[in-house]
C-alpha cells in the first residue's frame, strides 16, 4: 500500500468527554475518526496505552467498530493519567500510523479519596453576604505536579497566589444537590511555588440557596450556609504527597460583593476590596474561624460534560444617550451572559447595569422579566480606568441601560457583553439560497446557547429558568445535530431518574423545585414526562451510544409503567391533568393549555410511542422478553388510539393540526390508506390557514415532517415561508434574533404581548430546525451515531441551494445541493466507517462511496 493510501487516525476521544481530565470513569469508552481512501473499511484496531507502569498493547481486535469501544484494559485508578493511541488495518493487513495521543486523567473515583471537609464561614445563617475564604501554606521546591479537586455548596471561584484558577463559570452547575454534586478538577502544578502559598475561594449563593423560580421564588432549598470543599494535592518528585484540602484552619470573612444572585444580579463595592486576600502574607487576623458541614463524599461525582464558560465577547451596535446619565446600549443580539464595562470615576460613584431582552417605547421593558429585577451594580474605587463583570449572576438580554457611565472613553469599545453557556462542541451547520430562513436558523442556535446554561431551561431571563421536561423532548433532536450535548444531557437525564417519584412520575421540570398549586406536588404529564423514554432514544439516533441508553432504560420503563396503571385496560390516557398543545396559538392567553386539540387524545399517542420507545430500547439492550412485552403493550394502545380518535376514511376526532401530525410521526394510523387520508387532511388544514401555525409545543416539532412524510413538502414550504403571526418568520419582521415562547410574543403593532408567560428566548418552537437539516437541506441518519447516512434533499419554497454539516461520531457528513433548469445537483460527503445514500424526490436511489462525491439527478420532479 502506498503512503497516500494508508489510512490515518485522529487523536481518540473519550466517552463525551471534550477535555478528558478529571473524568469519573475508570473505564471510558473510546472513539476514533479514520480518513482513508474510498472502499477502505477498517477490519482490525489496536490500542495502545502509556500508564505509570509502561507501555500496554493490546492485541489486534477484528473489529469495524470505532465508536465508543469499551475500554480494553485494566481500569484505571483515581488520580491516574494515561495517554492512549489508536492504529487501525484494513482487509490487506497493512496497519496505519499510531494516531496522535489522548491525554486521560482521572479524578476521585471513590468517597475515600475525599479527606477535606465542607467548610462555612461561621456566623448568621441570615447573613446573604457572599464571603472569602481563604488558607496558607508551605510547600517543598520538588513540586513534580498538583491538582486541585473542588466544590461548592453554592458557587465557587478560587484563587491561588493571586490568579485564578480555571475558566469555569457558575461552578459547581447545578444539579440534584442532594442526590449529586459536581466536583471540578484543576492541574495547578504553575500556581504553585516554593516556599509560601496561599489558597483563596470566592463563593455566592447560586442554585444553592438562592431565590429560585416564579411566583416570588424560594430560597435556602438545599441549605442554608454556603459552603466551600477543596482538595489540593501536591506529588513531589519522590513521589510523596501533601494534602491541603479544607478543614477548620481556614478562615472567612466578607468581601467586595455585597450580594449576588442569579435572578437578581450582582452588587459590587470595590472600595471594600482587600488587596492581597489570596496571596500569602496577608493579615488575616480580624477574619473568622470556619464550621465544618455536613456533605457526604459518595454523593460527589466528576463532570460528563464541559462546563459553562465565555465563549464569545459581543460589542455594542449602537449607543444612545438618554437623559438622567443613562445609557442604552444595544448588542444586536439577544443572547445569555454579563455586561463587562471598564469606567472610570470618584470613589463612591455607582453604575448600575440594567437588562432586557427587549424595547418598549425606547426604553428597557422589564415586565416580562417578572420577578428577576436583572440589575448589576458597580461601586468605584477610584483613582484610574476600573474593569469589571459580575462573577456570579446570569442575565438572558439584548439590551442594558447603563446610569452613571462616565467612562471618559468609548461606550463601544469599554462595553462589552460576555456570552456564557455550557461549552460544547458544535456539530452542526445549516445554510441555504433563503436569507430569512439561514437568520431563522440561527435564532434556533442562539436560542439553544442561551438556555445550556449547566442544563436545558426554558428560558434564561425572568424569574423560572428551570430545566423544563417537555421543551427538551420535543428539541433534543435539533440539539444533537446543532452540538456535542449528550455529555451535558446524560447528566441532567441522571438527575431526572434520581427525582422521578417512586410511582414513576417525572417531574414537569428537573431539578424540581416548588412552583406553586400548577406545578407542585408534579403530576404525570403527556409530552413531559417521556423525556424518559424519548430523549435518551434521540441522543442514541444521534451517538449510537447504548451506554446512555442502559442508564435511563428504569427510568423510561417505571414511567411507562406508571402511565399503563393510569390508563387501565381501556389502553387510552383519558384522565388527569395534562398540559395538551401547549401554547396553541388559539389558547386563550390566560390558559395556554386550553389548545383545540383533545389533551388525551395528545396524551394516548405519547403513551403509545413512549411504550414502543421502551421496547426498541429493550431490543437494543438485549432484553427481548421485555422488548415483546412492551412491543405489546405499544401495539395495544395503538389500536386504543385508532378506535378512540381516527374515524372512517382517516378523519379524525379533533380536526387539528397537531392532532393529524402526532398520528402521522407517532405511527398512529391503522394503514397506508389512512396515513395518505390523514396526510391529505393536514395539508388541507394548513391551507385553510392560510399558511400559518396553528399548533402549540406538542405539534410544531411534527407539522412539516408529517407533510414531508406524506408528501406534502410544497405546503410544508409554504408554512415554513409564511410571515405573517403566527409564523416562524413573523419574529423577524420585529428583529429577533432568538426564537420566541409565545408566536406573538411581540403583537404586530411593536409592543410586547401582555401577557404574564412571555419571553423572547424559548427554543421549544425552534425544533423546525430538524426539519432543515433532515428535508430541506437533506442531511440525516438511517442508523444509530449516522453510520448510515441518508442524503434525501427536498427542494421547494424557491429555495436553489442548500448546505447542511455534521460533524458525526465517524467525522464529518455534509451535502450542498445546487437545483436548477435541468435537474438536482448533490455534493456530499460521506465518513470512513459509514454506508450512504441519496434519496432522490423522483425515487431514485444512489448508493455514495466514503469520501466526497457529486452525483446528478436530471429533471428532478
Known amino acids: 500500500m502506498t503512503p497516500e493510501r494508508i489510512p490515518t487516525v485522529a487523536a481518540p476521544t473519550a466517552e463525551h468527554h471534550r477535555e478528558p481530565f478529571g473524568i469519573g470513569e475508570s473505564a471510558p469508552r473510546l472513539s476514533w475518526k479514520t480518513t482513508a481512501p474510498t472502499g477502505w473499511t477498517q477490519h482490525a484496531y489496536q490500542i495502545e496505552a502509556t500508564r505509570a507502569d509502561g507501555t500496554h498493547r493490546t492485541d489486534w481486535v477484528t473489529s469495524p467498530d470505532s465508536v465508543l469501544v469499551s475500554w480494553p484494559l485494566p481500569p484505571l485508578g483515581s488520580r491516574e493519567a494515561c495517554a492512549i493511541r489508536v492504529r487501525v488495518r484494513g482487509a490487506d493487513q497493512v496497519a496505519g500510523d499510531w494516531s496522535p495521543p489522548l491525554h486521560i486523567e482521572t479524578g476521585l473515583l471513590a468517597p475515600g479519596d475525599w479527606t477535606a471537609q465542607a467548610v462555612s464561614p461561621r456566623g448568621s445563617d441570615s447573613d446573604r453576604r457572599p464571603p472569602l475564604l481563604r488558607k496558607e501554606f508551605t510547600a517543598a521546591a520538588d ?84 459552603a466551600l470543599l477543596a482538595q489540593l494535592e501536591i506529588v513531589h518528585r519522590d513521589g510523596s504527597v501533601t494534602v491541603i484540602g479544607t478543614d477548620p484552619s481556614w478562615r472567612a470573612a466578607q468581601g ?26 496577608f493579615d488575616d487576623g480580624d477574619w473568622s474561624p470556619v464550621d465544618v458541614v455536613p456533605r457526604d463524599p459518595a454523593t460527589l461525582v466528576a463532570p460528563t460534560g464541559p462546563p459553562v464558560r465565555c465563549t464569545e ?25 454579563r455586561v463587562r464595562i471598564t469606567v472610570s470615576g470618584p470613589a463612591g460613584h455607582t453604575v448600575v447595569i440594567r437588562h432586557a431582552e427587549v424595547l418598549q417605547d425606547g426604553e428597557l421593558c422589564v415586565r416580562p422579566l417578572r420577578g428577576a ?28 441601560e447603563i446610569t452613571g457611565w462616565r467612562g471618559g472613553g468609548f461606550p463601544g469599545r469599554d462595553i462589552v457583553a460576555r456570552v456564557h453557556h455550557t461549552d460544547m462542541a458544535r456539530t452542526g451547520w445549516f445554510a441555504c439560497s433563503n436569507d430569512q430562513v439561514n437568520r431563522l436558523h440561527q435564532n434556533v442556535v442562539w436560542s439553544l446557547r442561551g438556555n445550556f446554561v449547566d442544563l436545558p431551561t426554558d428560558c434564561p431571563q425572568r424569574d423560572e429558568r428551570l430545566g423544563w421536561t417537555g421543551d427538551i423532548q420535543i428539541f433534543a433532536p435539533t440539539a444533537a445535530f446543532l452540538y456535542n450535548c449528550h455529555g451535558m444531557l446524560g447528566s441532567w437525564l441522571r438527575d431526572v431518574a434520581v427525582e422521578q417519584h417512586d410511582d414513576g412520575t417525572v417531574p414537569w421540570y428537573v431539578p424540581e423545585i416548588p412552583g406553586g398549586e400548577q406545578w407542585t406536588p408534579a403530576r404525570p ?4 414526562g417521556d423525556v424518559v423514554a424519548l430523549t435518551p432514544w434521540d441522543l442514541y439516533r444521534a451517538s449510537g451510544d447504548t451506554g446512555l441508553l442502559a442508564a435511563q432504560y428504569d427510568s423510561a420503563r417505571r ?44 396524551a394516548t399517542a405519547y403513551y403509545a410511542w413512549s411504550a414502543r420507545h421502551v421496547a426498541w430500547t429493550a431490543g437494543v439492550l438485549g432484553r427481548p422478553d421485555e422488548g415483546d412485552r412492551y412491543g ?10 385508532v378506535d378512540a380518535y381516527v374515524l372512517p376514511g382517516g378523519r379524525m376526532t379533533s380536526d387539528t393540526q397537531t392532532a393529524y401530525a402526532v398520528a402521522l410521526q407517532f405511527d398512529l394510523l391503522p394503514d397506508t390508506e389512512a396515513r395518505a387520508a390523514a396526510g391529505r387532511r393536514l395539508a388541507e388544514l394548513v391551507a385553510e390557514g392560510g399558511h400559518t401555525i396553528q399548533t402549540g409545543f406538542i405539534g410544531t416539532p411534527l407539522v412539516a415532517p408529517a407533510l414531508s412524510a406524506t408528501r406534502h413538502d410544497d405546503t410544508a414550504y409554504a408554512l415554513l415561508l409564511q410571515q405573517e403571526c403566527p409564523s416562524w418568520l413573523y419574529a423577524l ?10 408566536w406573538d410574543s411581540m403583537l404586530p403593532d411593536g409592543s410586547v404581548n401582555p401577557g404574564e408567560m412571555t419571553s423572547f428566548n424559548h427554543y421549544a418552537l425552534g425544533a423546525v430546525a430538524e426539519w432543515l437539516h433532515g428535508t430541506v437541506a437533506g442531511l440525516g441518519a438511517s442508523e444509530p451515531g449516522y453510520r448510515g447516512i441518508v442524503f434525501r434533499p427536498r427542494p421547494g419554497g424557491g429555495i436553489t441551494w442548500a448546505h447542511a454539516a455534521h460533524e458525526s461520531p465517524y467525522g464529518r457528513v455534509e451535502i450542498r445541493w445546487d437545483l436548477d433548469e435541468s435537474g438536482l445537483t448533490v455534493r456530499a460527503t460521506v465518513p470512513t466507517g459509514t454506508t450512504a445514500r441519496v434519496d432522490w424526490p423522483d425515487g431514485g436511489v444512489t448508493v455514495l462511496p466514503t469520501g466526497t462525491t457529486t452525483v446528478r439527478r436530471a429533471h428532478h420532479r
Not at 171 to 190: E, F, I, K, M, N
Not at 525 to 528: D, Q
Open 632 to 641: 405489546d403493550l405499544a401495539d395495544r394502545v395503538r389500536q386504543a388510539f
Open 559 to 602: 414511567w411507562v409503567d406508571l402511565v399503563t396503571r393510569l390508563a387501565g385496560p381501556s389502553g387510552l390516557w383519558n384522565r388527569g391533568y395534562q398540559l395538551g398543545d401547549w401554547l396553541d396559538p388559539f389558547a386563550p392567553p390566560d390558559d395556554p393549555g386550553a389548545g383545540r386539540t383533545d389533551r388525551h387524545l395528545i
Open 733 to 742: 419582521k420585529h428583529d429577533a434574533t432568538t426564537v420566541w415562547e409565545r
Open 256 to 281: 467586595p460583593i455585597l450580594s449576588a444572585g442569579l435572578l437578581d444580579g450582582e452588587t459590587y463595592d470595590a472600595r471594600q476590596e482587600l488587596p492581597g486576600w489570596s496571596r500569602p502574607g
Open 143 to 226: 513540586i513534580e505536579r498538583a491538582r486541585l479537586y473542588v466544590t461548592a455548596h453554592g458557587l465557587y471561584e478560587i484563587e491561588i497566589n493571586g490568579r485564578r484558577v480555571g475558566d469555569h463559570a457558575l461552578a459547581p452547575g447545578w444539579t440534584s444537590y442532594h442526590h449529586r454534586l459536581r466536583y471540578q478538577t484543576h492541574d495547578v502544578t504553575g500556581h504553585l511555588r516554593a516556599g509560601a502559598n496561599a489558597i483563596g475561594a470566592w463563593l455566592a449563593d447560586g442554585w444553592y440557596r438562592g431565590r429560585l423560580g416564579f411566583g416570588g421564588g424560594h430560597a435556602d432549598l438545599y441549605g442554608d450556609r454556603v
Open 313 to 337: 465577547e459581543i460589542h455594542p451596535v449602537l449607543v444612545t444617550a438618554l437623559d438622567d446619565d443613562r445609557l442604552l446600549v444595544d448588542f444586536g443580539q439577544n443572547l445569555v451572559g
Open 373 to 400: 429585577t436583572s440589575t448589576d451594580r458597580y461601586t468605584l474605587r477610584g483613582g484610574g480606568p476600573e474593569t469589571w463583570e459580575p462573577r456570579f449572576t446570569l442575565h438572558g438580554f439584548r439590551y442594558a
Open 525 to 528: 404529564g403527556a409530552g413531559w
